[in-house]
């Protein structure tokens, strides 16, 4: 690209209105072949020659400044920040001399292309302009700045006030990208926001905010004894503060003087008087401004928080949102400043807002989010009981504000079943408000009990009884430890919660499928699994005594396999009850009752096996073989009687274990074959039709499966290292970083040896002597290697990547529909499914084996076009008719990316069957990345500890292979050990501060075993993101020069030694003082490796050094980090 010359160094050639829209093309298609045909002209200068001739097209002016705000933005193409912002800013100035100050009211376009102009200028110097300034760049920004404050100092009766608003905000956008700009300014700035009185107020007091905001924080600028509203440094000609340039960090204990505290109070003061001249967006943003400011003079000020909340708490009382929200933002700010009856106030006027019917729906759930997500309303001494009444939901309110307001009403029912309460002599009481409250609350949705089970009324109301029921046991891993499982059962909405699903059961038999999912929900939680088995034994108590004897007892079946499947539940009762329901099928049939025999014994046969599957032999041999033998001697199906008579004599003749293990080899379902009941023990497939090879070729085109999760890299390369002939079954050679060694307990072992593991060097190794350090890194690792599977000899740590199946209606219809079938408008209409789909995975990658996904019912998706208007958040991809979710299980024998091929075999509803390869699903490095384990004698409170102390174990071992030696360390399984061999690498990431922490805090929080240094301490936990980690002030506890790669310092440059002898530990500077702290970070690579990153944190660039016990992965770690900040 040639350099561009200045306007006035030579002769501008002149480009016609049709050349500018070919230029407008060009550089709007993305191709750089289009861009670079005018790249050789001055381009900046051309559009500013044309946008300032009064004969150049007025349509195409606009049109101009977008292009050289998108031209200046791209930085590959643009000229340089110090030729291309002069003349942008000298033809701005000229715009303005050249115009009349007060523009005539009739001619609206010329005002607003000056206010384009301006925004256009702001927009281009923010985006070639890197903040923090030196006297350079400020010297380029001095014209601009004081074009837009001769803009802003205008009479404020002007016709003008729209530009001078414009220019107020320009101003406020680069103070916002380079504090303190208009510290100078700043007693003009006051002078001009008292005396304006049009609309353009909001920008001028927005703009004084924010300049008083920067003020505050920049540490040292208040110590000063002159008034920092001083008019002594005229408006213009301006030039930029000499504080820019200095360093902050040598004025940060310097005490504001009292003639800026007193200052700062006047300001203050004006402007939480002035809301009633802001919108309610810029209310907010002035709250904002003026919390920032009161908390960091709350020090100085301890009322400011006090008088912000008298200020601007009545604002929860009005109908807008925005203003509900700065109450809100003031009292999560300043929570010490509201008393009790203020936030019983909140609560009650939040309560009040969801019942008011002619507010928007989305502002009604807002509020209730707010009352529910507050950590600190609702949670006082009497809670929220008193605002119940206001919680039930009303006859015409949505559904979905139906289910937020009795998230609430659970809420109040477990505050008042804690233990506090029942130690207050109220139980009676208490427990008929608690009942009260499930009973009123579900009136409003009492639709459940007749509409079908897959009815919104019967979700938002099982729903809800799941929400009172959790509450008494919080989701935490030990709730029910901290609870106690006693006073859980005892609870009184555990009690009523039975007492309520027993009658649902007993008179509404069409909910007993949602009771069974319920259950379910509760069983496959780890927190609640204890929770759900006594659930399942209150219904084993109180609903199979009441049922009756006949053809409805079928529809309680669901409820009698998960008894069955639970060995926590004795199953004499379920035995019992199926007896006497055989009996009475024995005695009542007749000529027409074939079919209903077979299936109602089928289904007792299923639940017979699901008794064996899951209950000792001895446990249920004597009543479970009486009610074999009984159907064997008298049932009138002969197919039942002789799958009866196969479970009669494997009860009778097969072990329990041996038995258990044929019962779960026969479930292997064939793929063609349809799904068939658990009661048949010999599984026949039905006839079906051919496969049509032509139509399974092309599935892949309208059946996708995908990932939910995207990969942050898209690799399109692995790295594959071969192996000798004699290692062909080892798993890697010697370079990498942990090799297999077996430990020979005797002789005996040693003839059963495995010929997949390295055998120990029968040389002789001189003993070693160890100091204290290497024996406490030792035994760190021993203790961490002992948690870790042999995966040659056990079952190996697995991954797990969370996908998506769906498949598009309208191309599987036209492929798969029989043809010669008739169809109704209805069922031409219906969207077509898929039936027990079975999705296989297989890989080249060294992933084991994957085991299948099995999708019983999938449906398609709409067409597109038959939904005109969709509500807002709804999703036909996060429907469960319309997308499932299959997970994909790993077990990587190698940290390594790769693909996994995907096949899918399925029936159409027309029994034919659908097959062939999907997309394939791609496996990143970030997919490997796991915590390490944490052993069993380690509690809680030492974890953080535990894994500083093995990232320093580690970061040693993988450093420097003296520390360990020939050192081997035993796994887990007793029959292998791991050798570390370590390497390291380095890496220099110019990314900004915040982005940095951002991209940390998103993807490798829960990585992460240490952040060290003040000012990154101080930054990291004002986020509050990463927790439970060790936090050190003083970045010398950590060695960070010793054995590093490459030595980094601020005072010379980054650069790699020419010899060995040049990385003397003498030469190695430790962690540069301009670096604000240190990230350290130990992610566990399965089966057994480790990555570890050590991130020196820098304003503007940050040194990540590595090391690893597995150096394949560095080829990936690179354009990890890569796509993990830069993109």
Known sequence: MEKQQPMKQQTLPSLSPSEWESIFDDFGSGSASRRARWLHLPLIDLALHAFLRRDFLSHLKPLLLLFIDDFLASRSDAPPASDALPPLFDALRSLFSSSPSAPSAADPSTAALRDQFMATAVSAAVSTIDAPLDRASAALLDPLAEVLLAVANRPNHGPDRQSRAAACDCLRELELSFPCLLADATGHLWALAQAERTHAAQSYLLLLAAVIRDLVLRPGLLSSPSSILSTVVPLVPFNAPSCLFS???????????????????????????????????????????????????????????????????????????????????????????????????????????????????????????????SPRL??????????????????????????????????????????????????????????????DGLVCISAYKWLPPWSSETSIAFRTLHKFLIGVAPHRDDCLEEFGLGSLVDSTIFSTLQSMLVNFALQHRGLVPVIATFVDRLLGCKAHQTLGEQLLQKLDENLLPKLGMDHQLTSYFPIFERIAENDTIPPR?????????????????????????????????????????????????????????????FFPDLEVRDSARIYLRMLVCVPGKKLRQVLYLGEQPSVASPSSHPGSLFQVSSPHHPEDLKKSGGVSSYIYFERVVPLLVKHSWSLALLKSNVEENVQTSNAIGITDIIISPSRESDREGEINFERISSTMEPLRVTDSKVAEILGV?????????????????????????????????????????????????????????????????????????????????????????????????????????????????????????????????????????????????????????????????????YYYDLFRALWEACGNSANTGRETFPLSGGKGAAAIHGTRSVKLLEVLLDSLIKNVEKYLASYIVSVIGDELVSIVRNNGIIKDVIWENDPEDFDHGVNALVPYSGNIPLQLPYFGDEGHTDNLLPISKRALGTFLILIFLPPRFHLLFQMEVGHSSTLVRIRTDHWPCLAYIDEYLESLFFT
Not at 877 to 891: G, K, P, Q, R, W
């Open 247 to 373: 360093d902050p960090a040598t004025d940060r204990d310097r005490e504001p003087s009292d003639v800026n505290l007193r200052e700062i109070k006047r300001v203050l003061a004006f402007l939480w008087e002035r809301p009633q001249v802001l919108t309610p967006a810029a209310t907010m943003e002035l709250v904002s401004i003026l919390t920032s400011i009161a908390g960091a003079l709350e020090q100085h000020v301890p009322t400011v928080g006090a008088l912000l909340k008298v200020q601007f708490s009545g604002l929860i009382y009005s109908y807008h949102p925005i203003l509900c929200h700065v109450v809100l933002m003031l009292y999560s700010g300043f929570p010490d400043a509201f008393s009790g009856e203020d936030e019983r106030n909140i609560a009650r006027r939040l309560a009040l807002l969801a019942r008011e019917a002619h507010q928007p729906l989305v502002f009604r759930l807002l509020a209730l989010h707010w009352l529910l997500g």
């Open 378 to 439: 609702g949670k006082g001494k009497h809670s929220l009981a008193s605002l119940a009444p206001g919680f039930y939901p009303a006859v015409f309110d949505p559904l979905t504000l139906k289910a937020k307001k009795l998230d609430a009403l659970a809420c109040i029912a477990v505050s008042l079943d804690d233990l506090e309460m029942k130690k207050k002599g109220e139980e009676e009481g208490r427990r008929k408000l608690i009942m009260k409250l499930f009973q």
């Open 573 to 633: 009762g379920l035995l019992e009850l199926l007896s006497r329901h055989i009996v009475s099928l024995t005695e009542k049939h007749g000529p027409d009752f074939g079919l209903t025999l077979w299936s109602q014994g089928t289904k007792v046969l299923g639940i017979c096996r699901l008794m064996l599957k899951h209950h000792y032999s001895s446990r249920v041999f004597l009543p479970l073989s009486r009610l074999l033998a009984f159907i064997c001697q």
């Open 781 to 945: 690792l021993r203790k961490h290697f002992s948690c870790i599977p042999d995966y040659r000899h056990m079952p190996a740590i697995k991954i797990i990547i969370p996908c998506r199946l769906r498949f598009d209606s309208e191309p599987f219809k036209r492929d798969w529909e029989d043809d010669s079938s008739t169809f109704d408008s209805k069922e031409v209409d219906a969207l077509p499914a898929m039936y027990a789909a079975t999705i296989t995975f297989s890989s080249t990658s060294k992933y084991g084996s994957i085991p299948p996904c099995r999708v019983p019912f999938l449906l398609g998706e709409p067409l597109g076009n038959r939904y005109d208007i969709v509500p807002v958040g709804s999703s036909f991809e996060e429907d469960s008719n319309h997308c499932a979710s299959v997970i994909m299980e790993l077990e990587p024998q190698e940290p390594m990316p790769g693909l996994v091929d995907v096949t899918i075999k399925a029936n159409a509803e027309n029994g034919q069957i659908i097959s062939g390869k999907l997309q394939s699903i791609a496996v990143g490095i970030e997919d490997m990345f796991l915590k390490a384990a944490v052993p069993p004698d380690v509690k809680e409170y030492e974890v953080p500890e």
